[in-house]
């Protein structure tokens, strides 16, 4: 069936008329009658009686519009949903974080984009930054954020963030109590450190190699509330990020040790699968990224 007969049909069947018909599609009433007959003739039925004021509908033509209704309402929904999803009005984005920005950092801009953009349906993943990386690379997300970045040139990356790293021990801990504690000290200490694959263990060890030094792990959690809990009970010390201490510090549940000549600070990336189209959800999600980032 020709869909450009089926628009003339249904505008004549609307408007009960030819001249009505092809006024409402800007054409000839010629060349609307001669569509209508084309029409009619692939179908092999009548579709309109001829009646003093206009035409009318014959049961075949009745059942027809039925069907050209119901496509025609599909295609302005059609246009409607994609003018919606221009202006943000809906859509979905799927984002991956990895555990410290998805649980310290993210929930803040999640909120603020959320507040501005009801209309878009977030599904986020919260994992390691490898994790998160291959998800990206199977085109299950469209944004990731990461601490770590392993490099890989399907995926195109970027600074948005330089977290401070900080050692962590419980309150009361010998060190606090020595007036300079050098790297070389701490690393005599037990450490309890993320699970391999984690983009804080890569930056910790990169950290300590840059000096020579090992640090002594005793204990690999995949959790960061774990790690805490089990500094806070005296097991090891640990470098964290300060976004996920703020609370404990503050209540004096867990303490920051100060070592001389060792400052660790990671940069925060954002990453995309290099070549994907970036959405407007995307750009708008970016834009609340950085906002916060101020």
Known sequence: MNLNHLAIF????ETRGISLGAQRLHISQPAVSKQIQELERSLGTKLFD????????????ELLAIYARRLFALEAEAETALAELRGLERGKLAIGASLTIGGYLLPEVLARFHQRYPGIELAVEIANTEEIQTRLL?????????EGFMEHPELEVSEFYQDEMVVIVPP?????????VTPERLCEEPFLMREEGSGT???VERAFAEQSLTPRAVMSLGSIEAIKRAVAAGIGVA??????????????????????????RRPLHVLRLRGRHMTRATQAFREALGEGMV
């Open 50 to 61: 001829r009646v003093p004021r206009g035409v009318r509908l014959t049961e075949s033509g």
């Open 172 to 180: 009361g801990h010998s060190l606090l109590r020595e007036s300079h």
């Open 10 to 13: 249904h505008a004549v069947a």
């Open 138 to 146: 199977d085109s299950m997300l469209d944004i990731g954020l990461t």
């Open 201 to 203: 263990r890569a930056v």
């Open 239 to 264: 470098v964290v990020s300060t976004l996920t201490v703020t609370l404990e510090v503050k209540t004096g549940t867990l303490a920051i040790l100060r070592v001389k000549d060792m400052k660790v």
